[in-house]
């Protein structure tokens, strides 16, 4: 893997959040919220829903293939959210569950986080 990545790569803005999980007062279920953590540029390529991903073999779907800035203690608790406006002027948000993150070249510069699109569209 490089550790540098060329200029204009990283695009889109992304947000990062924290996933806290606490049983629902008023159901059986769990609720969720997500918490702000970081704020990066990052470079976003859909692959194909697979379970290998090269050679290594991943125990979920990963949709997306995410390169960032370096964020310090992420893992699969985190999100992240990419807001994009669509031709006619709507907001389009789109979450993405981390997968598995893989920091590149071991200098703490950037991450590539395999990720499963969970919540997409308008």
């Known amino acids: 893997m490089a550790d540098t990545v060329p200029i204009g790569e990283l695009r889109w803005p992304v947000r990062i959040y924290r996933r806290d999980q606490v049983a629902s007062a008023t159901t059986t279920g769990i609720a969720e919220t997500l918490k702000p953590m970081a704020h990066r540029m990052a470079k976003i390529e859909a692959t194909r829903p697979m379970t290998f991903y090269g050679s290594a073999q991943v125990d979920t779907p990963v949709t997306h293939m995410i390169l960032m800035r370096w964020v310090g203690g992420l893992d699969t608790t985190h ?30 510069r950037f991450v590539m986080v395999e990720a499963e699109l969970e919540r997409g569209g308008i």
């Open 79 to 108: 999100a992240i959210l990419r807001t994009t406006t669509t031709p006619g002027e709507k907001a389009r948000h789109e979450v993405f569950r981390v997968r598995r993150v893989l920091e590149m070249g071991g200098r703490k």
